[in-house]
């Protein structure tokens, strides 16, 4: 969805990089977070302020190869090393569909996937992920389990006004973001973690360092100038030209929704969330928020949904990877604009065809 803004950008996130540039591990060594190229961590920081969506103030930055190895950092960090059983790692369902591959994938004697935390009853102390705007259903969410033993992930990577209202900076303890769902840059492989303990921003880059001996420099440069670029379109002049990254962003995001919401509608088989109206404080004006990926419930019969809407040449992901009912899929709304002029075409005739097969 993003490049198409992209391309009208030109010239303005191009970098040169010569061979000789970025050749050292070390970007700054006067840094916690050493491998952080000091271009990249200024754009992080006048981003959020720009935004007003994260406290950066009093924060350690730790860049990592995409949020999720950042979260693989946090678990590595906030885990006891001494103690005589794997921590508990929940998150509410639906969950995010690799939290628990992520987990688990290494068999870690630190901490174990523990799924549900509406059904979490073990005690002692767990690691938490909360993740706000949620993925799959785009809720705003909080904690659920909130023990004094236990230990909050804020996943934030959907907190930005294309997505949802902006209504307060967030100031948790450990927040995670990605370029990948800010900017659209996927293929950069970037992230970053606002952190107020310094220990824990130790432990992070530790693992980083153990893991990839850093991060690419080349993606950090890169991601710098589209950051910048987001920033300088935030400007008055660029919002009123239509420049502005996130007015642009927004306007798209806002469009899709109501295309799906009709072709649903036309439909009558299937559900979306409703979702309560709020103020953003950056854009200025009140709305609903308008998730990354649209929840979509079958409705009456229909057990199997990803199923029933492969058949009618619709790919999506079941419920039943994030924690949930196969009665819901998760649709991503960020495909290219013909892909998703296509499918919503496609959802909007299934009642037809269901109706024509009954006859």
Known sequence: MYEKYWQEMGEKTTIVIPGWQSLSYFSDI??????????????????????????????YIVVGTGSTQLYQAALYALSPPDAPQPISVVSAVPYYSSYPLITDCLKSGLYKWAGDA??????????ELVTSPNNPDGFVRNSVVNRSEGILIHDLAYYWPQYTPIVSPADHDLMLF??????????????????????????MTKFIEINTIGVSKDSQLRAAKVLKTVSDSCSEHSDRNGKSFF???????????????????????????????EFCKFLGYKFEPQPAFAWLKCEGEITDCESFLRSKKILTRSGKHFGFSPKYVRISMLDREENYNIFVKRMSVIKMKIDETCM
């Open 178 to 203: 990605t370029v990948s769902k800010s900017t659209g840059h996927a293929g950069m492989r970037i992230g970053w973690a606002l952190i107020k303990d310094r220990e824990v921003a130790k432990k």
């Open 118 to 127: 509406g059904s979490f009853n073990i005690e002692g102390p767990y690691i």
């Open 247 to 277: 007015t642009y962003s927004y306007n798209e995001m806002s469009s899709r929704w109501k295309q799906l919401r009709e072709a649903v509608k036309q439909s009558g088989h299937f559900s979306l969330p409703d979702f309560p109206s």
């Open 30 to 59: 006067s840094n916690l977070c050493w491998f952080l190229e000091p271009e990249f961590g200024r754009e992080i920081v006048r981003l959020h302020n720009v935004v007003g969506n994260a406290i950066t103030d009093a924060r």
